[in-house]
């Protein structure tokens, strides 16, 4: 168990990866170099004041500036580009949730840091592995039409599969109740005489 | 260890924030590779994509049953208990965060959040230190469960109440000088009566009469006189003491205070008189009743400790019962001994009442802080606090010398004074006022 906060820690990791994102955007474009540093600056107000939508929005700022980086020209350093910033976004995601995560004072349990950072690193790598794929297959032939439609598919199913778990999961005021255990000790007042409850009869609260 | 009732009132899933994020770069990275013809930027949103593919191919993050239990059944004012929860879940889940939600009242000590993971059916627990300041049938808050996948996409809040409350005792104010009563029962006990017949204390010496028991007679006295003298005792009896509390105080949530005393005053009243083998009764005069016929025994003791307690709720009184002719529920024969401040006519008319009666009566009167009674502000517009203040005192004063005429033993109790010195103020109270009578 890791007790304390981790709001520091986690916008640290993620200050040094948009520091170091930024200067290597920079090496190949001014402007997305500085898209990077705004970009860097809304995540750490995200990890730190534990703002979603400051996350978000540096997130997709960091896109935006690989994509002001990219060359263009050479489809090999495009990818490296791509890649790089990729493993900063995930990286920033899980560290912000992190922060979330133990946003106050709370203990947390080391199986949960370190199943979460190996997921994310399973995701990045598969994710990189089956695009580096995706792009080999496009590559090899020539622009294919049918890669259009695809988005707009993949956006379909996947507000089709939102909306399956909301309306699935909102369940409201599900009532369950388990019995309570009578102990017959008391600690204050010494002790209490096997026929006494340790709720009293007239309990002010439940009866009211 | 004693295990609460939980109530489950409240389930919730929502997506987070980290789904739009990842549903942004997934989607916006395929229209782009397919719209600006950029197959590369492909590449920024595949891990977004294979997160998002994962979590949507298995929705369900998971349904938690939790179970709480606490150290001790109940505590002492100032203890720091532990409230356990059990969570456990048919399937695994990758992170649950289970929060105590405390009333306000509660203090604590330590984290009250824990962040772990859940194998499939294996129970696991988390403890939260909760520190108890407040005397009281006190509420435990909530227990709030947030599960989320591993990615955090999908979360579902539930949200468990606890039903069952902790009694927090308070401390009892040590009294050792029992009262010395004038009205005595046939039994034997701990009060040294003013008659003559089997004990211990040494009353008086007189001549042997025919009937006396041959036990009683002085040899030294006698051998002294040449004839048989014997020694007169006085005997150790018991009394009904009734305990009347003024629950009339509204203004008991500052330590220190009036009503606070009162309560720590009654309850050492309570036990001292029935350590004695004094029948002991409670009367809890308020907005309502709530009566302790005079008893022995620790099970009446504890059972008169709980009413005490339930003096920090709103729901203490007796149902069915009213506050007329409440004196009649005294025995005759009872000492009566009030904790009041005297701050309410309706508990002065209710002493005024048992004394008509022909009740021994004693009060003792804890002094008030004038400036932390709520009265005040309500009659604020009237003048300035402290001229309000000093008609509060002035009506105070008059309800102590009319009972004080009326042969009721008053003593007031400051606020830092032991409630010793106060006992043994009264006793001197009785004494004197004894003394004057014959």
């Not at chain 2, 720091?80 to 059990?86: D, E, F, K, Q, S």
């Not at chain 2, 010395?180 to 204390?201: I, K, Q």
């Not at chain 2, 004063?397 to 009264?426: C, Y």
Request: with cysteine; charged share 20%.
């Amino acid at each position: 168990m890791t007790t304390g906060k981790l709001d520091l820690p986690a916008a640290l990791v993620v200050i040094v990866l948009g520091i170091a994102t930024s200067l290597a955007l920079v090496a190949i474009s001014v402007v997305a170099g500085l898209i990077g540093g705004v970009a860097t600056v809304f995540l750490a107000i995200g990890v730190l004041g534990g703002v979603g939508t400051s996350t978000v929005a540096g997130t997709l700022l960091m896109a935006f500036a690989a994509l002001v980086a990219a060359d263009r020209t050479s489809t090999v350093i495009d990818v490296v580009i791509y890649a790089a910033v990729a493993v900063v976004l995930v990286a920033s995601l899980t560290a912000t949730d992190l922060s979330f995560q133990a946003r106050r004072m709370s203990r947390l349990s080391s199986e949960v840091l370190a199943g979460k950072a190996i997921a994310a690193v399973m995701a990045v790598i598969g994710g990189l592995v089956v695009s580096v794929l995706v792009l080999t297959v496009v590559l090899a032939m020539s622009w294919p039409g049918w890669i259009v439609p695809f988005p707009l598919l993949v956006l379909a199913m996947a507000f089709g599969a939102l909306g399956r778990i909301l309306i699935h999961h909102r369940r409201d005021l599900h009532r369950r109740r388990t019995s309570p255990n009578r102990s017959r000790t008391l600690t204050s007042i010494g002790p209490a005489p096997s026929n006494f409850s340790t709720r009293s009869a007239h309990d002010p609260y439940r009866y009211r | 260890m004693r295990r609460l009732e939980l109530d489950s009132v409240h389930r919730h899933t929502t997506v987070t924030y980290l789904l739009a994020a990842h549903l942004l770069l997934a989607v916006g990275s395929l229209i782009a590779a397919a719209f600006m013809r950029q197959p590369a930027t492909l590449v920024i949103g595949s891990p977004s994509l294979v997160i998002l593919l994962t979590t949507l191919l298995d929705p369900d993050v998971g349904r938690v049953s939790a179970a709480m239990s606490v150290d001790q059944p109940r505590a002492l004012e100032g203890d720091t208990v532990t409230l356990t929860a059990t969570l456990q879940s048919p399937k695994a889940v990758a992170i649950v965060d289970a929060e105590l939600h405390p009333p306000t009242d509660l203090g604590y000590d330590g984290p009250l959040r824990s962040v772990i993971s859940l194998e499939p059916n294996q129970p696991r627990t988390v403890e939260f230190d909760i520190v108890v300041n407040e005397w009281g049938v006190v509420r435990l808050g909530h227990l709030t469960v947030e599960t989320r996948d591993r990615f955090g996409l999908l979360s579902t809040l539930q949200r468990f109440r606890v039903v069952d409350t902790l009694r927090v005792h308070i401390h009892e104010a040590p009294a050792r000088s029992l009262m010395e009563p004038n009205r005595f029962r046939r039994l034997v006990g701990s009060h040294l009566s003013a008659e003559r017949g089997g004990g211990c204390e040494i009353a008086d010496i007189r001549p042997y009469q025919p009937g006396d028991r041959l036990q009683t007679i002085n040899w030294r006295i006698s051998a002294r006189n040449d004839e048989p003298w014997v020694t007169l005792r006085h005997p150790d009896r018991s009394t009904t003491v009734v305990l009347v509390l003024d629950a009339f105080q509204v203004y008991g949530h500052q330590r220190g205070d009036a009503f606070r005393r009162s309560i720590r005053a009654t309850l050492g009243l309570a036990r001292l008189h029935l350590n004695a083998q004094d029948p002991v009764g409670l009367l809890v005069v308020g907005m309502g009743i709530r009566w302790f016929s005079p008893n022995l025994g620790p099970r009446h003791l504890h059972g008169m400790t709980d009413a005490l307690l339930d003096l920090s709720t709103t729901n203490w009184a007796d149902r069915g019962r009213h506050r007329q002719h409440v004196e009649r529920l005294v025995p005759p024969d009872a000492v009566v001994m009030a904790v009041s401040p005297l701050t309410d006519r309706r508990f002065s008319d209710v002493l005024t009442k048992l004394l008509l009666r022909g009740q021994s009566t004693n009060v003792v009167e804890p002094l008030t802080n004038w400036r932390n009674y709520r009265a005040v502000d309500q009659i604020r517009s009237l003048g300035p606090d402290a001229f309000t203040a000093r008609i509060y005192a002035l009506q105070q004063q008059l309800r102590r010398r009319t009972l004080s005429d009326m042969g009721a033993n008053v003593v007031t109790w400051e606020e830092h004074q032991p409630f010793e010195s106060v006992l043994l103020g009264l006793r001197v109270h009785q004494r004197s006022r004894r003394l004057v009578r014959s």
